[in-house]
């Protein structure tokens, strides 16, 4: 199906009216708003990093605002169940039979707040849920609302009473997003919300027909054979080879690679960043803007890496940096 140019303007514009909504209440962190939004429009998931007092709850629940989907929010801790998310069966006594009580994971936007503080067990069940769009309570399995969104946030400064997502299961998540501080001209405004951005009134300005019809227009976006190629030549040097040279220095830090999931990740948000600006067609600058957000969390580092200080944004810059542009 062919796009027009009139439905990728009103798409654009549409987006755009939502980041001027979340501007309302959240000051900068504008890799925060593009990534929620790409990852909804891209139907993915967003691991969302930062410090504490970043904004990045507030985010979420001003994004659920402004896109009338259903939200919940979940607070990991250590003695949260499997059950508390997905839901259980409840026995009773007076029909003599069970009833299903299900959990807050059956929501559109659902915010994994803390998600490293609850053990292996919860997390397994959110991100089951997140591949699978099913959760299954006793013997029936129940299929998720859609559209179907998690934004896990996690603190990376702490790590007594914490638990480490797996690099198996960071996988799952489609970016991740990392909230930085902001500058002195921004905290100047945040400061002078005096701590009640939450109370400053939003716009719905979203809605499920409209994602749907983003949707559409990304599936129509066309990303040329020399944009692909470029897309394998970054999956290609994030992977550790020892039989060649190219790109040594850059894997001599890296124990395991990109998957072919990472590079259709890529293709995915560069169809959306397309989209942003109102476009059809892939550029290599949409590549590399969504390269960090969709590679950070898949490539796993050595012990050499973490000696000479070097973070994956590091070598991710440096592949993008050394890879010739179509």
């Known amino acids: 199906m062919e796009i027009t140019k009139v439905e990728l303007t009103e798409c654009s514009e549409l987006i755009n009216r ?59 801790t250590p ?12 026995y009773e006594q007076a029909h003599g039979n069970f009833s299903v009580h299900k ?9 994994a707040d803390e998600i490293n503080r609850a053990p292996a067990k919860v997390q397994s ?24 969104f998690v934004l896990a946030t996690q603190n990376p400064i702490e790590q007594d009473g914490t638990y480490s997502l797996p690099e198996a299961e960071l996988d799952r998540f489609l970016l991740k997003v990392e909230a930085f501080y902001p500058t002195p001209e921004e905290e100047i405004a945040i400061l002078k919300m005096n701590g009640k951005a939450d109370s400053i009134p939003v716009n719905r300005v979203f809605s499920v027909e409209a994602l749907q019809k983003c949707r559409r227009c990304v599936e129509s976006i066309t990303a040329d054979e020399k944009i692909l190629g470029y897309i394998v030549s970054i999956i290609n040097a994030t992977r550790p080879d020892e039989s060649s040279s190219h790109h040594g220095d850059i894997q001599h830090y890296i124990s395991f690679g990109a998957s072919p999931r990472a590079g259709i990740a890529l293709l995915k948000c560069a169809k959306v960043m397309a989209l942003f600006s109102g476009r059809s067609y892939v550029l290599p600058e949409d590549v590399q803007d969504v390269a960090k957000q969709v590679l950070r969390h898949r490539l796993v580092l050595n012990y050499e890496a973490a000696a000479d200080s070097i973070t994956p944004d590091d070598l991710i810059e440096k592949i993008i940096n050394l890879m010739p542009v179509p």
Request: net charge negative; proline share 5%.
């Open 103 to 111: 959990g807050p994971v059956f929501a559109n936007l659902v915010l």
């Open 79 to 90: 003695d949260l169940l499997p059950a508390d998310l997905t839901g259980t069966l409840i």
């Open 125 to 148: 069940a959110l991100l089951e849920a997140m591949a699978e769009q099913q959760v299954t309570i006793g013997e029936t399995t129940y299929q998720l609302p859609k559209p179907f």
């Open 18 to 76: 939502c980041r001027a909504e979340l501007s309302k209440r959240v000051v900068g962190q504008k890799e925060v708003a593009d990534g929620i939004i790409t990852a909804l429009i891209a139907g993915g998931h967003v691991l969302l990093e930062g410090v504490p007092g970043l904004a990045k709850t507030l985010a979420v629940k001003t994004f659920a605002e402004i896109s009338g989907l259903e939200f919940k929010r979940i607070q990991f």
